[in-house]
Structures are given as structure tokens and as C-alpha cells.
């Protein structure tokens, strides 16, 4: 079976009341005919059914009874699903351009392309036409230009012949390949919303019917119009303005087609297919699709980890380079967390999967990157309000370029002056200022994701370089973010053994890594945690509940005095322990202090070298942390850090940034949990660790997946570095315009003795929406580390 037979595919279900019976010889999914000896073939419930491809064959795998039952089909055809953004197409110059399939923009007339790109994507269908219509009419718009230019030397045909012979061929050069552009000029004035089309439409229109006109009533014209015994017609030039755009379309199509391959190597990440341990100990190889929460997976050397989750059994090496960044494998044993899409090295692992599907760490990436690629900067929309009164602007022109030669040129003026109002129309193009900072978004959000950081939208991209104050959590920011429990200490009236229980028992509904380390020692020591009657968290300085009817605090010294506790009885040992970085949280009972349990938290590796690295470009790093000021200041110390806020409460780091943007900084956060969100939505950029929670992350406008402090600076080189990039675009299509235009008027005329031709004039047109792409596909070779 061809591969053409995949288009006829259907994206709906097979026609209810037509399921396919046992020996049909057509495919259930699409229903084309199969041979009976077809090689992709499926049992199902003790039949067998034959695709036409492997393609059908998987669909089929997926959802039998999607394509067997005609109740079902049925009820999707009546509940057709939301467009997804794999089925979306939106235009590159104008991303709040929605529609559910193909087509033009209604604002610039360029062909809409998919919000998210597909691993398995069919080459751009209008970079496919555009393709053919460019190589079939070359040779006609080489022959009439050849003629046009030669002609006067080679007495080929006499007189007015040559002007029928040069209408012969470059009529279809105009009217067949050159037929999109003029749609889409019409829709432009249909739309009020004139762009680069509208100029094209108008200069090769104005010179091919100026020159149909002269080859059909050559009596209409004056006589000093006449050359050689004809009237002086430019075929060649509406000819080879067609083929030149059609050219600049097809490189900038193939140029843009790159700029979605960072996409398209994550989904090439996933592995497509996963091996299941069964109930019963059997293991069977599934497709991905078919992975459900909970299910018990086999990860063999030199597999790639079929979803996220955590490892049950054994010990590996694992490769998470791809998502992290981090060219260093990490070593993988029971307990800890593993990334879907990343590459087991060594050992033999079993996972239980506790994200599937969209889910999954490299599905977010996947939508964060594609989100962050069709979002406008701050820039962008200065270039949008530039091009909108650009078009007016280049048509006013033209006009007083034609009346302005025609009125008082040399003769034959008014040929001189259409010869320079085409020029004028068509050297002039928007499509380069459009395309200026779009380009470069794509490129960078792609690099970006290469390497760790995750962008939520254009704006963070230009942002992040104004940064010149950073306020840092610590920990899971500046700390591994996997405490270690130290040791409890107990009151003459509570035994340390029922502080920690107490204490466990009521962590087991928080989220916080302190808490974490907590509840995993009592259980190690194997203590009997309660199920607490009432739970209260969200407040930032620890947590609340009921445990076997007793009021129970658990929290820094800022919640005890909330709750009226008196500290003094373990304040000496607390500040001795903190004095060596170890975090401290107090518990309550009834509203009396029943103890304290001290847990360590090791700073990350990376982090002194991260804030020396801010501190020498001129970033003022800043520590606000909801744990004890003697502890804060203890790791400040290490890390070099010297403006410290400890016991702060969510409202405070919020009003922290709020103060300092008062002072007329330009202030970053980062931080990883639920606390830290309102300080992450104040500011100018926030910025989540990918290891911290999913609400840090949805405040955030910057993630990095590895919660690595180094992300930071990565993530602000690219910034530097796309914002330079999108200036010498922005910079390059003024830069061309300005001198382009004057001179495709004539300006220079009376110095020089030239024109410009329209025929050169569309070739730097072309050039210059070409060389805005290439530029931007630069940023694939900046090294951020």
C-alpha cells in the first residue's frame, strides 16, 4: 500500500452500523480496501482484523472499540472533542491567530501552521506548492526575461509580436504561480489590514496590467510610449517578481520548518512503548498510550524510562542530560523519583508510574515550550504597531513616486514613474519586521528547553535581562531540598520518641520537604503514626490539626508565637543548632511547647558558584526563607549572601518584593514551594524549581526542570542573547527599509543616472525576510553554560 493512502485516513470513528466483520477485506480504521494477506494484522477478542498500515494498526491497537462499535462511534461523533493545540494552526506572525485547521491569516495573509508540531508531521503543505509553482514556471519567467533584455539584440519578432509572445509567457508565470499572493492581497484590503501581500499584489498587478494593456490597445497610449515599433511592456518584471517571492517563500518556509525542531526532538525522546509487570508476574510490552497510574514497569539497561514516576526495586545510573541539562547520570535507588523519557544506564530498575500521558514532565515541557513559542514579547508588539502604519506608509509613497515622475520626470515620465512605484511597493517588506522577534522567541524557547529552563512566554525571554535584584528561597532552592533528620528534643512533660510521633503524624499531609524527612524517620524507627482529625497547611510558617483529640502546632518560632507558645525552654539548644545550618521546628501540644526536632539540609553544589556568578554581573541576591534567622544566616554566610529575611510568611515575601520594586528594582524570585507563589506572581519574572511543586511552577515564568540555581544564569544569557538577536533583526528590516525605499523612488536618479529595478527590488525583498530567519537560527550555536 502507498503512503498516499495514509491521507485518506479519517480523524473519526468508523461509520456507525459498519463494524468490520471477521475476514473483511477493509481496514477498520480508515476504511480502505486490504489485502488478505496484509502484514499488519490484530487480534482482538478472538478475531483477527488486517490494516492497510502500521499507522491504522496502532490506532487500532489503542482503541478497538472505538473502531468495532457503533455505539461508541456514535457518541464521539455527537461529542466531538475540543481542538487540541496538536490541531490547532495559528499564524507565526500573529499567534492569537486560532483556527481549528490549515489556511491564511485574516491579519498578514501568511499560511497558519500547527500550534504544536507533530513528531511525524508531513512536510509544509504550502511549502510543497509553493516548491512547484516556483520550479515549473522558471523557465517561462527566464525565457521572457531573456526576451525582454535581449530582444532589441536578437530581431526575433517583429515589432508588436514580441509583446504577444512575452504575455504568453508571462501569464501563467502571474496568474497560475503568482495566484496565492493576490488572494491574499484581496483578503488584506477585505480585512483592512494591509501587509507585505497587498504591496506584492499591487506592483506586480499594476505592471502586468499595464503591460496587458499596452499589447491589446497599443492605440490607447501616447506616442513617446513607443519603442521599436511597440509599446514598451514589463512582463518580465511582474514574472521575475513572482518567482523571487516564491523563492524567498520557500527558503524562509524551509527556515521556519527548523525553528520547531526543538519540539520535535523532545516527543522524539519518548520511547514508544513500555514493559508492564502484570498482577500474575507476567511482563508484556505495551504502547506508551496503554501505561495507566500505578502500573508496575520493567526499565532494562539501556532503556529510556517509560513514565514519570518512582523506583520499587533496584539500583541504576540514570541519564537525565536530555531534560536537566545535567550531563551527569544520577544514581537511582528505591524511593526516588524518576523522569519519563530519560535513559537508564546500567541496571535493571522497577518504577511504578505516577504521571502518564500529558501528565508526564516531558509532555509539560512539550506544552510550556510550544506556549512559549506562539506568545508575543514586549517588542514584537512595537513591531506589530510599526508594520500596521508601514503598508500605509509605502503605498503613500509609491503614489507620490508615480505622480511625482509622471508630473515632472523625464520622458516617457509616467513609464518612469510606474517602472519606480512598482519598485517602491515591492522593495518595501513588512514580512522582515513581522518576522524580526517571532523567529527569534521560537529559536530561544527551543535552546532553552535544550537546556533546562522553560520559558511560560515571550515576555519572561525579554525580561529576565533587566533583572538586577534576585530574592532566593532556601530550601529546594539554595539546598538540596532533601532534608536529613538530625535529631528531636523533648520537654520534662513529652518524651522526644512521642514528639517525633506527634510530629510525623501530623506531616503526613504536608508537602513540605522538612515534613518529608520527618514522617520517612519516624516510620524507619517504626513508630505508629495516627491519621490526624484535622489538618490545616498553606500558611508558610508550618502546620495545624488535631492528633487523638489533642491541638496540635507544628512550625517555626513565627507560628509558635501566633499560637501563644512559650519557647524558652529549648531556645538555647535551638540557636545551638542552627548556628550549623540546621533547621528547627517546634511542636505544640494543647499550647504548650512539647519539643523540637532539627533537621539538616545540604546546600547544593552548584549554588555558591551560581551566586557569585549573579553577584559579578551585577545581580543583588537576596535570601527570604520561612525558616529560623540563625539558620538563614548560618548558610548565607557559606554561600556569600548578605541581605537576609528569615521567618517570613508568604504575605511578607510577597510585600518584600513589592518593596524593593518600590525602590524601583527590577526584582526575580525563585522558589519551589506553595509559599513562595504570591512572591512568584509579583515579580517581574518568577522563577520555579522543577523539583518544587506544581503551584510554585503554575506562578512561575521561568522553570528550570533540574532546580538548579545555575538555570538561572543560563536562562539569562539565552535572555541577553535572543534580546540582541531580535534588536539586529528589528534593527536589519528598518535598517533595509530606509535606505531601500528612497532609492527604489528614484531619489538617487539625478546623481547616478539609474533606476532601481523592480526585478532587483523583489529580489532583496525576498533577501531580507530570508536573511531575518537565518539570523535568527544563529542563536542555535550561543553558548549559554
Not at 139 to 167: C, D, K, R, Y
Not at 264 to 269: A, D, T
Not at 340 to 349: D, F, R
Not at 777 to 783: A, D, E, I, Q
Request: hydrophobic fraction near 45%; proline fraction near 6%; glycine fraction near 10%.
Amino acid at each position: 500500500m502507498s503512503s498516499s493512502a495514509h491521507q485518506h485516513e479519517p480523524n473519526h470513528p468508523h461509520p456507525a452500523g459498519r463494524p468490520t466483520a471477521p475476514g473483511s477485506r477493509e481496514d477498520p480504521v480508515c476504511g480502505m480496501p486490504v489485502k488478505p494477506d496484509s502484514a499488519y494484522s490484530e487480534q482482538y477478542q478472538g478475531e483477527t482484523y488486517r490494516f492497510c498500515s502500521q499507522k491504522c494498526q496502532d490506532r487500532f491497537h489503542a482503541e478497538p472499540t472505538r473502531y468495532l462499535d457503533p455505539q461508541h462511534a456514535a457518541e464521539q461523533t455527537e461529542q466531538a472533542p475540543e481542538p487540541t493545540a496538536a490541531s490547532e494552526y495559528t499564524c507565526p506572525m500573529h499567534p492569537e491567530i486560532r483556527r481549528p485547521g490549515p489556511g491564511a491569516c485574516p491579519i498578514c495573509g501568511m499560511a497558519l501552521e500547527p500550534v504544536m508540531a507533530q513528531l511525524d508531521e508531513e512536510e509544509n503543505p504550502e511549502l510543497k506548492d509553493f516548491t512547484r509553482r516556483f520550479w515549473w514556471t522558471l523557465p517561462l519567467t527566464i525565457m521572457v526575461t531573456t526576451l525582454a533584455m535581449a530582444g532589441h539584440a536578437l530581431p526575433l519578432f517583429h515589432g508588436s509580436t514580441q509583446n504577444w509572445v512575452e504575455l504568453a509567457l508571462a501569464s501563467p508565470v502571474t496568474l497560475w504561480a503568482g495566484w496565492p499572493f493576490f488572494v491574499r492581497g484581496v483578503a488584506s484590503l477585505r480585512q483592512r489590514s494591509p501587509n507585505m501581500w497587498t504591496l506584492i499584489g499591487l506592483g506586480t498587478s499594476a505592471a502586468y496590467l499595464y503591460s496587458v494593456a499596452a499589447t491589446l490597445a497599443p492605440q490607447l497610449f501616447p506616442l513617446n510610449f513607443m519603442q521599436d515599433g511597440r509599446i514598451g511592456v514589463y512582463f518580465e518584471a511582474s514574472a521575475v517578481i513572482i518567482s523571487l517571492t516564491l523563492l524567498g517563500q520557500v527558503l524562509e518556509l524551509k527556515a521556519r520548518s527548523q525553528a520547531s525542531a526543538a519540539i520535535k526532538s523532545l516527543l522524539g525522546l519518548a520511547p514508544k512503548t513500555a514493559r508492564r509487570i502484570n498482577p500474575d508476574g507476567q511482563e508484556e510490552d505495551v504502547a506508551l498510550d496503554d501505561v495507566q497510574l500505578g502500573d508496575h514497569l520493567r526499565v532494562r539497561p539501556g532503556e529510556k524510562v517509560p513514565a514519570d514516576g518512582k523506583v520499587l526495586e533496584g539500583e541504576s545510573s540514570v541519564d537525565e542530560s536530555m531534560l536537566t541539562g545535567e550531563p551527569v547520570p544520577v544514581l537511582k535507588q528505591p524511593g526516588d523519583a524518576l523522569i519519563g523519557a530519560t535513559l537508564n544506564a546500567n541496571g535493571s530498575l522497577v518504577m511504578e508510574a505516577q504521571k502518564v500521558g500529558g501528565d508526564t514532565t516531558l509532555a509539560q515541557i512539550v506544552q510550556m515550550v510550544a506556549r512559549a513559542q506562539r506568545s508575543k514579547a514586549p517588542m514584537q508588539r512595537m513591531a506589530d504597531t510599526i508594520a500596521g502604519y508601514f503598508v500605509v506608509g509605502v503605498i503613500s509613497i509609491a503614489l507620490l513616486t508615480l505622480f511625482g515622475w509622471g508630473l515632472f520626470g523625464p520622458e516617457p515620465s509616467w513609464v518612469f514613474g510606474l517602472i519606480n512605484a512598482v519598485a517602491v511597493l515591492i522593495i518595501a517588506c513588512p514580512c522582515a519586521l513581522g518576522l524580526a522577534t517571532p523567529m527569534s522567541i521560537m529559536v530561544s524557547t527551543g535552546m532553552g528547553a535544550s537546556n533546562g529552563v522553560l520559558f511560560r512566554d515571550a515576555s519572561a525571554i525579554e525580561n529576565l535581562r533587566k533583572i538586577d535584584t534576585l530574592i532566593v528561597d532556601k530550601t529546594g532552592t539554595l539546598t538540596e531540598g532533601r532534608p536529613v533528620f538530625h535529631s528531636v528534643e523533648g520537654t520534662q512533660q513529652v518524651e522526644p520518641n512521642e514528639v517525633l510521633r506527634l510530629a510525623a503524624s501530623l506531616d503526613q499531609g504536608s508537602e513540605h520537604p522538612l515534613a518529608h524527612a520527618i514522617v520517612e524517620h519516624a516510620r524507619a524507627e517504626g513508630l505508629e503514626l495516627a491519621t490526624p482529625e484535622q489538618f490545616e497547611s498553606g500558611s508558610g510558617i508550618g502546620v495545624r490539626g488535631q492528633i487523638e483529640g489533642r491541638q496540635i502546632q507544628l512550625g517555626n518560632s513565627a507560628l509558635m508565637e501566633d499560637a501563644g507558645v512559650d519557647l524558652s525552654a529549648l531556645h538555647k539548644r535551638a540557636e545551638q543548632l542552627r548556628a550549623d545550618a540546621i533547621s528547627i521546628v517546634y511542636l505544640a501540644a494543647d499550647g504548650g511547647l512539647a519539643g523540637l526536632l532539627a533537621v539538616s539540609d545540604p546546600i547544593k553544589a552548584t549554588s555558591r558558584e551560581a551566586v557569585n556568578k549573579l553577584q559579578a554581573e551585577g545581580v543583588t541576591v537576596i535570601m527570604a526563607t520561612g525558616d529560623g534567622l540563625t539558620t538563614a544566616r548560618a548558610v548565607a554566610r557559606q554561600l556569600g549572601i548578605e541581605e537576609v529575611h528569615g521567618e517570613v510568611k508568604p504575605q511578607d515575601k510577597e510585600r518584600l518584593v513589592a518593596d524593593l520594586q518600590g525602590q524601583g528594582r527590577r526584582v526575580a524570585m525563585a522558589g519551589d514551594g506553595i509559599n513562595d507563589a504570591p512572591a512568584l506572581a509579583r515579580a517581574e519574572v518568577g522563577i520555579a524549581m522543577g523539583t518544587g511543586t506544581d503551584v510554585a511552577m503554575s506562578s512561575a515564568q521561568v522553570t528550570l526542570v533540574k532546580g538548579d540555581l545555575m538555570g538561572i544564569l543560563r536562562a539569562r544569557s539565552l535572555s541577553v542573547a535572543t534580546v540582541k538577536n531580535m534588536r539586529q533583526n528589528l534593527g536589519f528590516a528598518l535598517l533595509y527599509n530606509a535606505m531601500g525605499i528612497p532609492l527604489a523612488a528614484g531619489l538617487l536618479y539625478p546623481l547616478t543616472g539609474h533606476l532601481l529595478s523592480p526585478m532587483i527590488a523583489a529580489l532583496a525583498m525576498s533577501v531580507s525576510s530570508a536573511s531575518v530567519v537565518f539570523n535568527a537560527l544563529r542563536l542555535r550555536r550561543v553558548v549559554i553554560d
